[in-house]
């Protein structure tokens, strides 16, 4: 009997109180930031600032047939920080939150390689967060700005140091 029990209190009601967690708020929210690389370096560097006001889109998709299934639009603060909140869970889809466009008319390129992030929207893998982050996503500016080829060469002499 005490085995029993045991195995009840270790095992089944946890399970029981993460499940009821779940029901109770499945809502998660992705968060990110988007910014803009003034050096056009291809990474957030010292020269790189927020941008305000970017449209950004979660979009999840089937695995099986890739076939859009969820949309979402949120768009950054002055901080350059987007939250966008999810009301269910997306456990057998492949979600993304993806650039659409920039505020800054000079700084509108989507930079390869950080026009994504993916995420994932499930609350049964073990995490106990309802929040999720998103890698920063980044725009290029489309001259590079004063003092950006002295930092480059910085970056290429520590790199020498390896």
Known sequence: MAKVF?????CVLPALVSATRMVKNPSLV?????????????FETPKSRC???ATVKLMCSDRKTGKVVYEKEGYTDKAGKYEIVVPEDH???ICDALLVKSSQPDCATMTPGRERARVILTNYNGIASTT???NAMGFMADQPEAGCAEMMKMYQEDEEDL
């Open 51 to 53: 941008v305000p006001d």
């Open 132 to 134: 999720r982050y998103a």
């Open 6 to 10: 045991l195995f009840v209190a270790l």
């Open 91 to 93: 456990w057998d889809q």
């Open 30 to 42: 992705v968060q990110g930031h988007v910014y803009c690389d003034r050096c056009r370096a291809g």
